[in-house]
């Protein structure tokens, strides 16, 4: 079974800072992490792209309404993925999903975190 757990979501005013952590555990298998990266939602919206980073973390691919304010980063020894959010904005009121594309074998699955809700305040 596998689990990605979320965290760092909250209240916070715009032009403040969160850090939202994603870490993946697995329990009876082995499998090893391609792509890692966390997705949005807010209330009436489709879900979106926020931030991707590959395996290795040469490759990172940012949402144009974030870019600059964002930072996503991965340790691999911890199979967790961060985001780093600074400036925050009203309009980045969302619940946030961490999302991984894992190999076990030769196939490749596609989970997701729970979520976790970021509310910036004007």
């Known amino acids: 079974q596998v689990q990605l757990v979320e965290s760092g979501g909250g209240l916070v005013q715009a032009g403040g800072s969160l850090r939202l952590s994603c870490s993946c555990a697995?329990?009876?298998?082995?499998?090893?992490?391609?792509?890692m990266g966390w997705y949005r939602q807010a209330p009436g919206k489709q879900r979106e792209l926020v931030a991707g980073?590959?395996?290795?973390?040469?490759?990172?691919n940012y949402a144009e309404s974030v870019k600059g304010r964002f930072t996503i980063s991965r340790d691999n020894a911890k199979n967790t993925v961060y985001l780093q959010m600074n400036i925050l904005k009203p309009e980045d009121t969302a619940v946030y999903f961490c999302h991984a594309n894992l190999v076990v074998g030769r196939t490749e699955y596609d989970y997701w975190g729970q979520g976790t809700q970021v509310t910036v305040s004007s």
């Open positions: 980073i590959t395996s290795g973390g040469a490759k990172l």
């Open positions: 697995a329990s009876g298998i082995i499998f090893s992490i391609n792509s």
